[in-house]
């Protein structure tokens, strides 16, 4: 049998759950041509010995936000920490955020709110979906590449930032909108609604555009309203989009923030099982570090945030302004819903406390300097507070800054949230990293799959080595319709080799680029991006999937 490649010896896990097995995989281009436990080697162009490693499907990051990114020249090198770590597709246009639709009209407000992911020398101007994947096929893509239509651009086209409700026509446009990025092939639609402008969007506005999701079979993804102290009320929304939908729902980055509504991630699991039994199709997906990033916007109340940042740059300077804000932020939480008091969602300095929110970047380098403090740290290296230090950050770098939230579902003494979504049945295995060229970041864009295989699985035994990888490959692909994730005759050559013995992960919120140990070849459709743990910056062989349905 003529093949390119033989990995001869492995133990392969296929990406179903299914139990592992030795066996040879034989490749040819960029298929998978044979599987079995011996596959003759006359013929093979290249055999790489992989008895005592895991040879497994490529991983599957169903919520990345390298949309802007992977229009970058030199968006393998930016991104390579994903290939390090066993990742060959990503999906875009999570938390309601996108490169599409960009109008004219509303351009601005677009590049307002999508600051903090588009890096200089990145693409931007895309009128819609169709305009955008066309871009990365034409440019070519280190990864395979799938996109979700963004909630947050499909209504800043129609109605910008307007700080309310939509109308019944501004609903319709908003539908024709959506109905072209399915048609250019969007895996499904994705809302963040705690969010410019998502978060003033009321269930009816996200009911409604998930119709047609449920007609064509794809599903609604959102960044629920809270996470915190209303996070089983977000919870019973997206069930509540899902049934009247009759659309199939996903709630991204399921965590209870902080150590007081740990307890809370029970009750969530609890809704979500109850909805299934009922027959909505519901399930979530989880990160395996005990903290998150977003945007600075995120630690502001909308009324602060929404307009154009020189307007927003005044409100910050403005000190009456400022100790309105502060009395809000340090007595107040956000009611449900949200959407009739401001879009105000929630108070992550006060759940959190300002020293654990760090700084994770400053795109201006104005405050490059105190990038991977925590805001009380900056607050006392300034003279002042964790709260001006976020005003002043804010205002400096025109909300283009990203900040880490510590204390999601768990701190290094107590895991119990994070554990049991991990463990849950209805859960997946995402990274949620924003990554920019050669700025601090967050860990997860390096070290979500070792740490899942090194550390929860072959340290603490909380799941099987297959019940993992599946969490990491097959499942995520399943739910949002992607041929790829699982390993047969007849895949795609999207491949992951490690030596499950020593796989762990290194990267910390400190230092957040440090590689992981184990994982040692990785082919994208057949070509190597990692081969002996050595990275190909250059490489291109991704492919942009699109639904066909």
Not at 70 to 84: A, E, M, Q, Y
Not at 395 to 423: I, N
Not at 429 to 442: F, T
Request: overall charge negative.
């Amino acid at each position: 049998m003529e093949l390119d490649l033989l990995l001869r010896g492995g133990t392969l896990v296929d990406g179903t759950g299914a139990p592992r097995r030795r066996a040879d995989v034989g490749i040819r281009g960029s298929t998978v041509v044979a599987i079995g436990p011996d596959v003759p080697a006359d013929g093979a162009r290249r055999v790489i010995d992989c008895r005592g490693r895991i040879v497994a499907p490529g991983f599957v990051e169903i919520h990345s936000h390298a949309d802007f990114v992977l229009t970058h020249p030199d968006h393998g090198r930016i991104l390579r920490g994903f290939h390090h770590q066993g990742v060959t597709t990503l999906v875009v246009g999570n938390c309601g955020y996108g490169a599409a639709p960009c109008v004219s009209q509303h351009e601005e407000e677009l590049r307002r709110v999508t600051g903090f992911m588009r890096p200089d020398g990145a693409g931007w101007g895309w009128r819609d979906h169709a305009d955008y994947l066309e871009a990365l096929e034409r440019d070519g893509v280190a990864f395979n590449v799938g996109v979700l239509a963004a909630h947050g651009p499909i209504r800043l086209a129609v109605a910008g930032l307007a700080k309310r409700t939509t109308t019944v026509e501004e609903r319709r446009a908003m539908r024709r909108e959506l109905e072209r990025a399915l048609d250019a092939g969007a895996l499904g639609m994705s809302a963040g609604l705690m969010y410019l402008p998502g978060a003033f969007a009321d269930t009816d506005e996200l009911v409604e555009l998930a119709t047609p999701l449920a007609r064509r079979g794809r599903v609604f993804v959102a960044h629920t309203r809270n996470l915190s102290h209303l996070v089983v009320r977000a919870v019973d929304e997206l069930i509540e989009i899902g049934r009247r939908a009759q659309v199939a729902v996903h709630h991204s980055h399921l965590v209870t923030s902080g150590r007081h509504n740990f307890h809370l991630m029970d009750e969530c699991l609890e809704h979500l099982h109850a909805a299934c039994r009922s027959g909505v199709d519901a399930a979530f997906d989880v990160l395996m570090h005990t903290g998150g990033n977003s945007t600075i916007d995120i630690l502001f109340p909308p009324w602060i945030t929404a307009g154009g940042w020189d307007e927003v740059a005044r409100r910050l300077e403005d000190e009456l302004e400022r100790a309105r804000l502060r009395r809000v932020m340090e007595g107040s939480q956000p009611v449900w819903p949200p959407w009739e008091h401001g879009g105000w969602c929630e108070n992550l300095p006060l759940d959190l406390g300002w020293d654990a929110l760090r700084l994770l970047t400053s795109p201006t380098g104005r405050n490059a300097d105190v990038v991977g403090l925590t805001f009380a740290e900056i607050g006392e290296r300034w003279g002042t507070d964790g709260f001006e230090a976020a005003c002043r950050i804010a205002r400096e770098e025109a909300g283009g800054a990203s900040v880490a939230m510590l204390g999601q579902s768990g701190f290094d003494d107590d895991e119990r949230p994070l554990r049991a979504a991990l463990t849950d049945g209805l859960s997946s295995v995402i990274s949620d990293a924003n990554v920019q060229p050669d700025v601090h970041g967050s860990p997860s864009a390096w070290g979500t799959a070792p740490r899942l295989l090194g550390r929860y699985v072959r340290e603490l035994g909380l799941l099987d080595l297959e019940t993992a990888i599946h969490k990491l490959s097959g499942k995520p692909a399943r739910r949002l319709g992607i041929e790829r994730g699982e390993l047969a005759e007849g895949a795609v050559a999207d491949l992951v080799v490690f030596d499950p013995a020593t796989v762990i992960d290194h990267a910390t919120f400190t230092d957040p680029t440090a590689p992981p140990e184990g994982i040692e070849h990785v082919l994208v459709g057949g070509t190597f991006v990692v081969e002996a743990g050595e990275h190909r910056d250059d490489a291109r062989p991704g492919a942009v999937l699109r639904a066909r349905s």
